[in-house]
């Protein structure tokens, strides 16, 4: 078995502009914590390989504490600039979620 490699903090964080696609309702985690579900739209236009590529992707995301009380404050449809680290979406799982530490309304 190979030997687990130590990954700063800093190895595992995204940057991601997006749309506001979908939204739960905000729920609350049995010790208190607010906890959102959401998922997220992104568009965009990339260079790759010398030329450019259109980008269109669903991504999966969830917010905890005053970040998930703050999107939820949010209409469907917002545009965001989101931070946060990607992760399991479920435990038992492989399907990745974005945990959302940061984000900013670009709406403005």
């Known amino acids: 078995m190979p030997a687990p490699i ?10 991601l502009a997006a749309t506001l696609a979908q939204r ?25 390989a ?5 980008v269109e992707c669903e991504l999966f995301a969830m917010a905890f504490g005053d970040v998930a009380r703050s999107l939820n404050a949010l209409t469907v449809g917002s545009a965001i600039r989101c931070e946060g680290f990607l992760a399991r979406r479920y435990r038992t799982g492989n399907a990745v ?3 959302i530490t940061r984000f900013t309304n670009e709406e403005n």
Request: aromatic share 2%; hydrophobic share 35%; net charge negative.
């Open 50 to 54: 010398g030329g450019e590529r259109k």
């Open 97 to 99: 979620a974005l945990h």
């Open 24 to 48: 739960a309702d905000l729920r609350y985690t049995p010790v208190g914590i607010a906890a959102l579900e959401c998922t997220l739209l992104h568009r965009s236009l990339q260079h790759e």
């Open 6 to 15: 130590h990954i700063a903090p800093d190895d595992n964080r995204l940057t």
